[in-house]
């Protein structure tokens, strides 16, 4: 890595940055510049594992680990951040969780874990975010497009998503005058292990083929939209749905 210090001395937090999208996101972020924080719940070593190839790679990094869905984890993610690596900069709220079941067979534990984790830690950053993030700064959060697919087994899932969504177009507007943007990004379906556990061989090309650019996401796909949301370029882009799937809605 080389890092191309557009954004140096910037400080990103990412959540869920042990494995998948985040960690795409995290070694994307470091590469244009940032100072980023590696939020996991429990993938510690994964965690650790990418702040040493950051750092060995030249970046500043640090792994924190923090339930999302708590607010006195994510209140101290925010607190060990500004203490290691200065107040923050950029948000990028990518943990999620994601079990397709159908509607009538969802257990209410499976309801309160995906609403915990996927709105409620949405929500939690969000709040600190509003008393923390500098002015100038950026937030991403994570939607999906399976909230325009309408499949089932996804009811949960996208009821999640469309809360996201309506914190994003709500909370781009609370921050008036701090020079905050907030948006969203909203992947099609991305090769990592929230999509590819359970499903078959064949269930997985038929997704493949589903966009007309004919294949899966690759994490880095999204990290480079995530990468502009939260760079110069996008400063004028606000409150905004960013669908990135290839074309399949
Ligand atoms: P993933 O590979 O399963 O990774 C999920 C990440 O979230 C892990 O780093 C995990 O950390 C973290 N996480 C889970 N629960 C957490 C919690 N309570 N607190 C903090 N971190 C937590 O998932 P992914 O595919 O990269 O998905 C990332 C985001 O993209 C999600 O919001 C998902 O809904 C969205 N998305 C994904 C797809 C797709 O096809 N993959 C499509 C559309 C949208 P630990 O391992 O440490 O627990």
């Known amino acids: 890595m ?10 990103a937090i990412v959540t869920g940055a042990s494995r998948g999208i985040g960690a795409a996101v995290a070694r994307r972020l470091a590469q244009d510049g940032f100072a980023v924080a590696l939020n996991y719940a429990t993938g510690s070593a994964h965690a650790d594992a990418l702040v040493a190839e950051l750092k060995a790679a030249g970046a ?3 792994a924190v680990q923090a339930d999302v869905s708590k607010a006195g984890d994510v209140r101290r993610m925010f607190e060990l951040t500004e203490r290691e690596l200065g107040k923050v900069d950029v948000l990028v709220n990518n943990a999620g969780v994601l079990k397709t079941v159908p ?8 309801y309160d874990q995906t609403f915990d984790i996927n709105v ?3 929500f939690n950053t969000l709040r600190e975010a509003a008393a923390r993030l500098n002015d100038g700064g950026r937030i991403v959060n994570f939607s999906s497009t399976t909230l325009a697919l309408n499949m089932p087994g996804y009811a949960v899932y996208n009821a999640t998503k469309a809360a996201v969504e309506a914190f994003t177009h709500v909370f781009a507007k609370e921050l ?7 948006n969203a990004v909203a992947p099609g379906p991305i090769a990592t292990s929230l999509f590819l556990d359970g499903k078959t061989e064949e269930q997985i090309r038929a997704f493949a083929s589903m966009p007309p650019l004919q294949r899966l996401g690759q994490p880095e796909d999204i990290a480079s939209v995530v990468s502009f949301l939260a ?3 996008a400063g004028w882009v606000n409150g905004q749905i ?3 799937n290839g074309g399949v809605a």
């Open 176 to 182: 008036r005058g701090r020079g905050i943007t907030v």
């Open 2 to 11: 080389n890092p191309t210090n557009i954004a140096s001395s910037k400080v």
């Open 120 to 122: 409620r830690g949405t």
């Open 103 to 110: 509607l009538a067979d969802t257990s209410d534990a499976l």
């Open 60 to 62: 500043s990094a640090i």
């Open 231 to 233: 760079g110069p370029g």
């Open 242 to 244: 960013l669908r990135a």
